[in-house]
Structure formats: structure tokens, C-alpha cells
């Protein structure tokens, strides 16, 4: 399989407003196997996929990230707000959130993967105190060392003894000295303890002074390959005088046990949005005793995949050569049920699998990535046009409409104006002639540092231009060392400052005029000296302007 059939990246993000803006963020990666979902990463769900044999199982992860909310008071320098409403009782206070973030992302693990726990703040409440604690409740997880890690970036171990300041001023060193009055924002997983034993030393600090940046927390944490345990609940624990005669009623027990796992299969297949509370195996430790939410936010549209025989698809294999062989017309899906789609987009087996086995278990905002938009028949005799988003991927598969290109010709179609035909080099602009109109691919070879250039070019009946956003038009400008073109954003900024620029110049001119004219309507007072005595007298406008 192609690696993003293999490969999957989720992002569990709580801000609705966020997760939209991240879509934008993630489209320069040109990445399949990328997904963008709304859910709490406190409780974020467990996610079922096809294993082996079609069976369902959970999905674990090989690496994975929490980059936890905190006070930020690593950014004093940048963010100055932080200055005016900082206070300790926010990082007692967030302690309880990064520890249920950090568990759940530990046990979303599977063995022999790394978890990245980071944090923009110094407090070691918001840092070694989580690492700490989540390491107490998950013995099969142990700190790596960062020596290794990163060369040449400035850094300090980690902490391994610290105290506890309460917002009112206290310190405590154990939570057997906290009063009970400050038992409620304090913690038992607050303090230090046997921090030494769990090699805390391997955790990074990245201080400001040191290198000239902002103040920031890093740890590694991986799961190390253990035997998997049978749990048992207290309430399933008998004692020996309650052991009924293992002779007696034997076809009983039997018809029982064959009910419960009944029951188990049953509860395990059950798709409901309510959760039973998640135990740990071995600590016995309530992960998360609350039930999932039901969504929150606005509705997303639903993902539809299309079949590989649509009808949506002849006109794309006809007009850029896609073989159904190759290209994954089974994995494109859309985000309606109308007749004509909007977007065409591609996402990998595994994406696949887990929106259609969790359609009521988790919330996706975007996955994969976008390829074809619907354009109309004055446009283009095909019913769908390549988009720039997607060219680096369709490319590969199209056995049409992709011409290796000059540098020199390169350079023509990111111009401004419509380039002719004839313009380019003489075998590329015949085959264009003999063309429909449409979207074609122009390819630069890569050379150097310079990595491969693909551009969505549009061909008309004599012309050919670029159909791509004039950032990437300047971007690819750049790479070829060529002076970037003015984009219409910066002509309407330009032309603002100087619309405001002559504003300002009018009105100082018409403060200067009145100002004069002020001036000249004031009788003036003038001095004349007879003797000794000095007289005041007033001269008319005339005296004064001889």
C-alpha cells in the first residue's frame, strides 16, 4: 500500500473556531492521511478499526503529542497580558486538566510508542508535577532521555524537588502539612514525593536567557512492552465462604458464564454515546468517570464516499488519463448527497475506516485532502478541475496533461499576463494547440536545493496562465529567483496609506490657511515709546501689511 494508506495524523481539538482556522494551517501540507476533529482531548474516544481478519479493534497510536493548555507564563516576553492577570491559582487550577489530557494520551498508546508532553510555562506544578503524577498511575511508562535530542539547542534538566504555593501566599513542602482549608485547590499530585525515582532529570527546560527565546517544558514518555493483565473489579471479587461447590450446579454455571460474555460482546459492539467508566489495568485509577457529550457547536456535513464506478469520475479518467488500477477512486469522498459535488477529496484506508466505524462516536471537521473542485462546461469540457491543493498527489497517476517544463517557461506562466502559446518551447505549445481547454500540469524538475515545482496551469485556445493564489505564484517566483509580483492585497494597502498620506496633507494645508487667515482678521497692537511713558495704539491692517 501507498504510505498514506498506512499512515494516519489526528488532531482532537476543543475550540470549534480553532479547528476551522487549522484546516487552512494544514493545507500547505498536501497531506492524505491528515484528520481535524472537534472532541475534548480529555476524553477523547476510542476509535475502532478493521484488524486483522476484518475484525474490529481499537485504534492505538505509535506517537502522539499533547501539547497541554497552561498558564503561558513562559511568553511574559511577547505576551504582555499575562503580566496583569497571572496568578498561582491558575496553575493549581489547570494541573487537574493537564493530568486527564496526559492520561488519556497515554493509554491511547500502544507499546513502544512515545508520547511528547510540552508546555510554553516554567511552573513545575503545570510540568514535572503532571509527569510526575501520570507516571505513579501508569508504571509501564518511563522518561527517555533528551541529551540526544536536538543538538545545539541550550537547555535544563528537569526538576526534582520543589513546593507548593497556594494563591494566598503559603508554601507546603508535603500535602500532609496543607490545611484543610487548602485542600481544595492543593493536590496530593502537586509535590515532588519520589520524584527521584523517576528519572525526572530527563525532562528538558528551555529557559529565556539562554538562547534568546521564550520559556518552554519537554518530556518523552514511552510505553515499554508489558504483558497484558486480567482487571478485576472489587465488586466481582468473592471471598472463599461465598465460593459456591464448584460440583454442584455445574451446567449453571456454565449457562451463566456463556450469558456474560454474552453481555460483554454486547456491551463491547454498543455504539451508544455513554461510556463506562475507564479503569485502569493495572493502578486501578478512574481515567474518566464523566459520560460523552453529545456534540457540541455546529453540525458538520456528513462525509460520503463514492463508489469507484460513479458517474462523477468518467469524465476525470477521460480527460486527465486516471486508471482505475491506480488511483484511489474508492477512498474519494464527498460532503453532500446533490447530484453535482462541490469538491472532490482523497483520504487513506485507515481515515476511511474510522469514519464509517465511528459515525456517531467522534466529530470531523476535514480530513484528507481536496483534489478536484466542479467547474463549468464554459471552463472546461471536464465537469471537475484540478486544484493546486491536490496536484502534487493526482499527478502520479495522471498518464495525460503533465508536460515537463523550462525554467524559462516556468517562469512565463507565474507572470502576471497570459502567456501565448507560441511563447513556449515549441513541442510543448503544439501539443497544447491540439488541446481542449482545461487544466493542465506544468513540472519543473527539481535541481539543487530546489525541490520539484507543480503548478496548475489553465489553457485556453491560444494562452496559457497559471490558476493558483498569488502567495503561491510569489512563492514559486522566489524559488526560481525571480522578484515577487505586487499582489492585489498589497496594491489595496498601498493605495490606502497613500489615500490616507494625501488626507493628512489636505487637512494640515487647510490648518495652515485658516490659521493665516485667523491671524490676518486680528487687529495686531504695536508699541510706540514718547518720553518716558510707553503708549499702546492700535494700527489698522494696512500698517501692518506695508
Known amino acids: 500500500k501507498q504510505w498514506y494508506q ?5 488532531t482532537a481539538g476543543g475550540d470549534y473556531k480553532r479547528c476551522h482556522m487549522l484546516v487552512t494551517q ?19 474516544p476510542n476509535l475502532k478499526v478493521l484488524g486483522p481478519g476484518d475484525k474490529t479493534q481499537v485504534l492505538k497510536f505509535d506517537r502522539i503529542l499533547c501539547d497541554v493548555p497552561c498558564t503561558g507564563d513562559g511568553t511574559l516576553r511577547k505576551n ?4 496583569g492577570k497571572w496568578s498561582q491559582a491558575q496553575a493549581l487550577g489547570i494541573h487537574k486538566l493537564q493530568r486527564r489530557i496526559l492520561l488519556r494520551g497515554m493509554d491511547m498508546l500502544k507499546p513502544g510508542g512515545r508520547l511528547v508532553y510540552s508546555t510554553c510555562s516554567l511552573n513545575p506544578i503545570e510540568n514535572e508535577a503532571t509527569v510526575l503524577s501520570a507516571l505513579r498511575d501508569r508504571p509501564e511508562f518511563r522518561l527517555l532521555p533528551t541529551e540526544g535530542c536536538l543538538e545545539g539547542l541550550k ?10 504555593m497556594h494563591s494566598s501566599g503559603t508554601w507546603y513542602n508535603k500535602f500532609e502539612e496543607v490545611e484543610d482549608r487548602h485542600r481544595k485547590a492543593i493536590a496530593p499530585t502537586m509535590f515532588s514525593g519520589d520524584a527521584a525515582v523517576h528519572n525526572l532529570q530527563y525532562c528538558m527546560r528551555v ?10 517544558f519537554i518530556c518523552i514518555l514511552e510505553k ?19 465460593l459456591p ?6 451446567d449453571e454455571n456454565e449457562n451463566e458464564e456463556s450469558k456474560s460474555e454474552e453481555a460483554k460482546t454486547k456491551e463491547n459492539d454498543d455504539d451508544s454515546t455513554e461510556c463506562k467508566p475507564n479503569i485502569h489495568k493495572d493502578t486501578n485509577v478512574l481515567v474518566d468517570k464523566m459520560k460523552w457529550k453529545n456534540f457540541q457547536g455546529y453540525r458538520e456535513d456528513p462525509f460520503i464516499f463514492l463508489k469507484p464506478d460513479a458517474s462523477a469520475f468518467d469524465s476525470l479518467k477521460d480527460f486527465y488519463g486516471l486508471s482505475g488500477k491506480n488511483f484511489p477512486f474508492s477512498n474519494i469522498y464527498v460532503r453532500s448527497q446533490e447530484t453535482k459535488q462541490r469538491n472532490l477529496s482523497v483520504t487513506g484506508d485507515t481515515i476511511k475506516q474510522i469514519i464509517e466505524l465511528n459515525t456517531n462516536r467522534i466529530k470531523v471537521i476535514q480530513c484528507g485532502l481536496k483534489l478536484f473542485s466542479y467547474c463549468k462546461e464554459e471552463f472546461s469540457p471536464c465537469n471537475y478541475r484540478l486544484l ?5 498527489f493526482t499527478s502520479r497517476f495522471m498518464s495525460q496533461k503533465v508536460f515537463q517544463v523550462t525554467e524559462k517557461d516556468m517562469g512565463l506562466v507565474l507572470s502576471g499576463t497570459p502567456t501565448h502559446k507560441t511563447e513556449l518551447e515549441p513541442e510543448i505549445g503544439k501539443s497544447l494547440l491540439d488541446m481542449p481547454k482545461g487544466i493542465v500540469v506544468f513540472s519543473l524538475a527539481a535541481e539543487g536545493i530546489r525541490p520539484t515545482i507543480m503548478v496548475t496551469v489553465y489553457s485556453t485556445v491560444n494562452h496559457v496562465k497559471s490558476y493558483i493564489t498569488e502567495e503561491e505564484k510569489n512563492h514559486y517566483r522566489i524559488l526560481l529567483g525571480l522578484e515577487p509580483l505586487v499582489t492585489k492585497r498589497e496594491e489595496k494597502k498601498l493605495a490606502s496609506l497613500q489615500y490616507h498620506q494625501q488626507k493628512r496633507e489636505e487637512t494640515a494645508k487647510r490648518i495652515a490657511a485658516e490659521k493665516a487667515a485667523a491671524e490676518l482678521s486680528e487687529p495686531a497692537e504695536t508699541v510706540r515709546e514718547e518720553g518716558d511713558e510707553t503708549v499702546n495704539s492700535v494700527n489698522a491692517p494696512e500698517t501692518i501689511i506695508s
Open 6 to 10: 498506512r499512515r494516519v495524523a489526528i
Open 26 to 44: 494544514t493545507k500547505r501540507f498536501n497531506n492524505p492521511a491528515y484528520m481535524i476533529t472537534n472532541e475534548d482531548a480529555t476524553r477523547f
Open 80 to 83: 504582555y497580558a499575562i503580566w
Open 155 to 164: 537547555r535544563v534538566e528537569g526538576m526534582t524537588n520543589w513546593r507548593v
Open 207 to 216: 529557559y529565556p536567557h539562554l538562547q534568546n527565546t521564550g520559556g518552554f
Open 224 to 242: 515499554q512492552q508489558v504483558e497484558e493483565r486480567t482487571q478485576v473489579k472489587a465488586s466481582e471479587i468473592e471471598t472463599i465462604a461465598d
Open 245 to 250: 461447590d464448584k460440583t454442584e450446579n455445574k
Open 388 to 392: 493546486q491543493e491536490g496536484v502534487h
